[in-house]
T-cell receptor, first 114, second 112 residues
Framework: DAGVIQSPRHEVTEMGQEVTLRCKPI?????LFWYRQTMMRGLELLIY????????DSGMPEDRFSAKMPNASFSTLKIQPSEPRDSAVYFC????????????FGPGTRLTVT | QKEVEQNSGPLSVPEGAIASLNCTYS??????FFWYRQYSGKSPELIMF??SNGDKEDGRFTAQLNKASQYVSLLIRDSQPSDSATYLC????????????WGLGTSLAVNP
């Protein structure tokens, strides 16, 4: 079975541009999580969805960040406008209702904002 | 503020030795505990989870949970150079929230 899929794997953009990151969770998983990882702050949860509905977005840093999940197999994280401090690796993870909440991660998107 | 604490390391052990990684957590109501391995430039990979007090073994890995003392540990027996990575501890709190609280990770180096 395919794992969590993310695209693009690398993104380099200039400050002020819009960035869209994409994620496809594992088929049958009904929870989807967006994380950001930096050396200084480690792994930070940004937002998570259950059955396509945002449940907790308390980790979204500011209004420049938005996330959507239009269907069970696709989610986006958008940054507009991007800033150099947004440079990080962004991971998507998924898990399944009834499990022990173990999360499975995608390969990540390395974002560099210059 | 719910927290998960890990020594950042690096923890250095010789090949064939036992590596011991520790994690403490602040939320006494925490329910499930996870160990992930992350190689440089890669995504976190689930190694083990544990939710009952005591030991859980899987191959060379043993997770130990002590809820009274609020710590969870990971032992790696017969350490191999391929075990060199950062090990992340994650904890699920009480209630229905599916959030995991993450430690910053411990860097492990296994020397041939």
């Amino acid at each position: 079975d395919a794992g969590v899929i993310q695209s693009p794997r690398h993104e380099v953009t200039e400050m002020g541009q819009e960035v869209t990151l994409r994620c496809k969770p594992i088929s049958g998983h009904d929870y989807l999580f967006w994380y950001r990882q930096t050396m200084m702050r480690g792994l930070e949860l940004l937002i998570y969805f259950n059955n396509n509905v945002p449940i907790d977005d308390s980790g979204m840093p500011e209004d420049r960040f938005s996330a959507k999940m239009p269907n069970a197999s696709f989610s986006t994280l958008k940054i507009q406008p991007s800033e150099p401090r947004d440079s990080a690796v962004y991971f998507c993870a998924s898990t399944q209702q009834g499990s022990r909440d173990e999360q499975y991660f995608g390969p990540g998107t390395r974002l560099t904002v210059t | 503020q719910k927290e998960v604490e890990q020594n950042s390391g690096p923890l250095s052990v010789p090949e064939g030795a036992i590596a011991s990684l520790n994690c403490t957590y602040s939320d006494r109501g925490s329910q499930s505990f996870f160990w992930y391995r992350q190689y440089s430039g890669k995504s976190p990979e689930l190694i083990m989870f544990i939710y009952s007090n005591g030991d859980k073994e899987d191959g060379r890995f043993t997770a130990q949970l002590n809820k009274a003392s609020q710590y969870v540990s990971l032992l790696i027996r017969d350490s191999q150079p391929s075990d060199s990575a950062t090990y992340l501890c994650a904890v699920k709190g009480a209630g229905n929230n599916r959030k995991l609280i993450w430690g910053l990770g411990t860097s492990l180096a296994v020397n041939p």
